[in-house]
């Protein structure tokens, strides 16, 4: 995946219900007491917007960076740009092709890297193969061939990271109900599996994850969730190294449909806070980091947004 070209935080965004701001409650299962049950998954908060984020990362109001992401009507990301604080003369550029909606077909950058991504589909619309070309020289530098299933969803991957027309590592990815719930990577493509990650789901959203580090068969790390009626995690407890005790849990808090504040505790590690504003159609405009607790921020984000059918200022 080219890390560039991203969207803004979709995991944050899509805690938010997407109602106009409503201030409802999130406890209540559509369709009870007249209230509608906030949107989890799927929920594009984008489309049709360019959005800018600036990012303060020490909180000093002074050097900021920025990126700015435009998305088509689809809620698909069309274009960024990123400029570095420091000077501005580190920035990147790239633009992106589509194919359909959801269907990226090329991917172009250029600025502190210059390189191409190329996605090609069968007709019906399912992806068979991404590659990268470094520099956008016209050779490709690295391949991903994916085997598909009726639906779409991608059950191999050979990836061939010279470009050679090898696999040098495969991933089998394993699917139930239209849900991820197994990915196993052959690093070296010798017909061993060195990595394993898994799922389970409850009503549609991941209860759990496992992860087998070295491919022996025992469970080196685990995350757990706890959600609420609307799907919204409440907690997350991640065990680092497999002891049964989490090491790292989040509780997040709520106001009506989005994400008021998420508080990390870590083992040997001081607190985390971190605390998001939203604007009256519930997008995501503030986000603030507080390492340690201690009610001083330490990190500031803020999204501006230019959205097809907002009103003129």
């Given at each position: 995946m080219s890390p560039p070209l991203r969207a803004l935080p979709l995991a944050l965004a899509l805690l938010a219900c997407g109602k106009?701001?409503?201030?409802?409650?999130?406890?209540?299962?559509?369709?009870?007491?007249?209230?509608?049950?906030?949107?989890?998954?799927?929920?594009?908060?984008?489309?049709?917007?360019?959005?800018?984020?600036?990012?303060?990362?020490?909180?000093?109001?002074?050097?900021?960076?920025?990126?700015?992401?435009?998305?088509?009507?689809?809620g698909d990301l069309i274009s960024f740009d990123a400029r570095n604080g420091e000077d501005y003369t580190d920035w990147i550029a790239c633009t992106r092709t589509l194919a359909g909606p959801g269907m990226p077909a090329s991917e172009r950058c250029v600025g502190r890297a210059t390189y191409t991504y190329t996605w090609t589909y069968d007709a019906s619309g399912h992806l068979v193969s991404r590659s990268y070309d470094t520099g956008s020289d016209g050779t490709l530098d690295k391949v991903w061939t994916y085997t598909t299933d009726g639906d779409g969803h991608a059950i191999h991957e050979d990836i061939d990271t010279d470009a050679d027309g090898i696999a040098d590592s495969t991933v089998d990815y394993t699917w139930a109900e239209g849900l991820l719930?197994?990915?196993?990577?052959?690093?070296?493509?010798?017909?061993?599996?060195?990595?394993?990650?898994?799922?389970?789901?409850?009503?549609?959203?991941?209860?759990?994850?496992?992860?087998?580090?070295?491919?022996?068969?025992?469970?080196?790390?685990?995350?757990?969730?706890?959600?609420?009626?609307?799907?919204?995690?409440l907690i997350r407890d991640e065990d680092a190294d497999g002891d049964?005790?989490?090491?790292?849990?989040?509780?997040?808090?709520?106001?009506?449909?989005?994400?008021?504040s998420a508080l990390t505790t870590e083992v040997d590690s001081a607190p985390q806070r971190d605390s998001y504003r939203y604007d009256s159609e519930g997008r995501l405009i503030g986000h603030t980091a507080d390492f340690g607790d201690n009610g001083e921020a330490d990190s500031v984000d803020t999204w501006t947004w230019s959205c097809?059918?907002?009103?003129a200022p």
């Open positions: 106009g701001g409503d201030d409802t409650s999130s406890g209540a299962p559509d369709g009870e007491d007249g209230e509608e049950a906030c949107a989890v998954e799927p929920y594009s908060p984008v489309a049709g917007c360019l959005v800018v984020h600036a990012l303060d990362f020490d909180a000093d109001g002074r050097l900021l960076d920025y990126d700015s992401s435009w998305y088509d009507e689809n719930i197994l990915e196993a990577w052959d690093y070296d493509n010798d017909g061993a599996i060195d990595f394993t990650r898994a799922w389970t789901h409850e009503g549609g959203q991941i209860a759990t994850e496992a992860t087998d580090k070295d491919g022996d068969g025992t469970i080196d790390a685990t995350v757990s969730f706890t959600r609420n009626a609307d799907g919204q995690p049964g005790e989490a090491d790292i849990s989040t509780s997040y808090a709520y106001v009506g449909c989005n994400l008021e097809a059918g907002d009103e």
